[in-house]
Structures are given as C-alpha cells and as structure tokens.
C-alpha cells in the first residue's frame, strides 16, 4: 500500500532569495546573553551601523494573503510565527532593557527615549504577528504544545522580560513629562491595548494555562521556569557581542517581513471575518500604525538597534 508524500510548505508562495532556516518558514535557534539584574548592566558605548539596506522597504503591509491550502502548511506557517516572533522579541528585550540602562547613565536621555518607543512598537508588532493565527490554530496546536512542556507554561517565565517589566507595565520614569517620555508612554499604552486584544482573541475565556494550573500544580523553582521557557523557544544562553545580537535580531526582521509580504498579517482572512476581532484590535491606531504600518515599525527598531552597543552583551556581578 503505497502512502501519499505530504505536502511541503514550499508550497505556499515564498518569493526567491529567502535565506532564514534550512528551507521557507524553518526555524533557527537564537542565541542570548543572560539577561541583566539590577547593578550588572554592562555600561553602553560605541554605536553600530544601522543596516537598513538588508532590510525590506517598508510598504503598507498586505493584511491579508492568499489561502492556505492545506493543514499541514497552515500549521507549519503558523508555528514559524510563534517560535521566530517571540525570538524577535527577546532580542527586542535585550535592546530595551540597554536602551533603559543608557538613559539612566548619559546625561541626555532623549535618543534613548526615542530607541525605547521604537523598541516598544516593534514589540507590539511582533504580538500581532505571533497572534496572527485562527483561534482554532492556537487552541489545536500552540496551546497544548506549551501545555505539553509545562502544565503551568506561562509568559511570566520570560528571562528577557524580567529587566523591562517596570518600564512595559506603565510605571511612571524619571523622565516623566517630557516629550520623549510621553510619546514612549503612549507606545506602552498602545502594547497594552494591543495584548488586552490578543489575549481576548486568542483564549476567549481568558484563562491562562497558568490560571488553570494554579490550585493542582505546584510551582517550580523560577531558574527552572526560565529554562523551560528558553527551550520551548529554541534559545540558548552564552556570552554574545552587540554584533551578533543585532545581527540575530535582523535576520528574524528580514524573514518576518518577506512572510508577511507574501502572505499578508492574516493569511487568508477573509473579509468579514475581522468583525469577530475584539474591540481593542478594531481601532484606526491599530489598523493604520501597527497594521498597515508593519514594516515601517520594523524598520525603525532595526535602525534603533544600531543605535545602542554595549562593548559585550554578558552581564557578570560586580
């Protein structure tokens, strides 16, 4: 009995010159430094070229794509988001957390400032892009696979978040009242407006596996956490240089806006389906700054990412 060869995700349109992966929509693993603690942060110097000539010209993002044909490459779309998305934004983290450090130590914030809104848009993007599969999807394939790991598999394990949680949960700075201040307040507000809207998509009950767990499964010790969390998302720790990160950071930018290029923020989305978003997805400054505007939000943190170059990203205890 003979059984039919499955269908490959070369299947979907990829234009030519894709260089992420061993074959289109595959996976690589992301290599970070540990993340800083509060007195280890490596001072900031020097600046990093911006090479924004590798990245793709910032177009009005297609919304939607052409269909997926077939299950098997929807979910390996699908997967490919998830995985290279949140690796994205680890490395967004990374930046962020050095872009805070520099405006506590230069005696002129503003750029850094500037760098953190950027940084902190390019976050929000990329919680669209990770989101940008059907319900169904994460409810069949994504939810259980962290289910798997962890019964209690939760964000809050992030290791790269740790050092920016003060900033993204919209405590006040000592730079309030400024303009570059108000402006990155803004681009908070608009990351929780935009995760509000996700999670309502997404879990429409609106219970984590954490909030599930929470009266059966007792708690594990939070370096182990962290370890489960990095393997789930193919990242490893060692000392990294600011070239590597960055470099690391732009080949996930140039793959992430060829996918979204080909086949559109919501691939094959139909065209009344957007009505059943949450309300929080639905608004122009949505639509038109994080949608529309995809790749221009890319763009920017790939130039803000030039601009922060810490001598070595490897944080040791005084």
Not at 14 to 20: E, L, R
Not at 66 to 92: D, N, Y
Not at 284 to 289: A, I, K, L, N
Request: charged content about 20%; proline content about 9%; overall charge negative.
């Amino acid at each position: 009995m003979s059984m039919r060869a499955p269908r490959t995700v070369t299947e979907l349109p990829v234009p030519d010159g894709w260089d992420f992966g061993d074959f289109p929509y595959g996976l690589e693993p992301l290599t970070l430094p540990e993340p800083p603690t509060p007195g280890t942060e490596t001072a900031i110097s020097d600046v990093l070229p911006a090479d924004t000539s590798r990245v793709r010209s910032a177009a009005p993002c297609p919304r939607t794509g052409p269909a997926l044909a077939a299950e098997e490459i929807s979910h390996q779309l699908f997967w490919f988001r998830w995985i290279t998305g949140h690796q994205a934004t680890f490395a967004i983290w990374q930046l962020t957390a050095h872009a805070l450090h520099q405006a506590r130590s230069r005696s002129d914030p503003a750029p850094s400032l500037r760098a953190m809104t950027d940084l902190t848009d390019a976050y929000t993007a990329m919680l669209l892009y990770t989101s940008s599969c059907p319900a169904d999807v994460y409810g069949t394939v994504i939810r259980p696979s962290m289910y798997l790991q962890h019964r209690s598999f939760s964000g809050t394990w992030a290791p790269d978040f740790m050092p920016v949680r003060s900033l993204l949960r919209g405590k006040k700075t000592e730079w309030e009242g400024t303009p570059e201040a108000e402006r990155l307040k803004k681009a908070v507000q608009m990351y929780h407006r935009v995760h509000a809207g996700v999670a309502a998509k997404l879990v429409p009950g609106g219970r984590s596996l954490l909030q599930e767990s929470a009266a059966e499964v007792a708690p594990t010790r939070p370096e182990t956490q962290a370890l489960i969390y990095d393997h789930y998302f193919l990242t490893l720790r060692a000392p990294v240089d600011a070239t590597e990160l960055v470099g690391q950071l732009r080949s996930r930018l140039r793959a992430i806006t060829q996918d979204v290029a080909t086949n559109g923020l919501y691939p094959g989305l139909g065209p009344q389906e957007d009505v059943a978003f949450p309300e929080e997805l639905r608004g122009d400054e949505v639509r038109q700054g994080y949608e529309e505007g995809f790749a221009s939000v890319l763009g920017r943190i790939d130039a803000a990412a030039g601009q922060l170059r810490p001598r070595v990203l490897h944080h040791s205890a005084p």
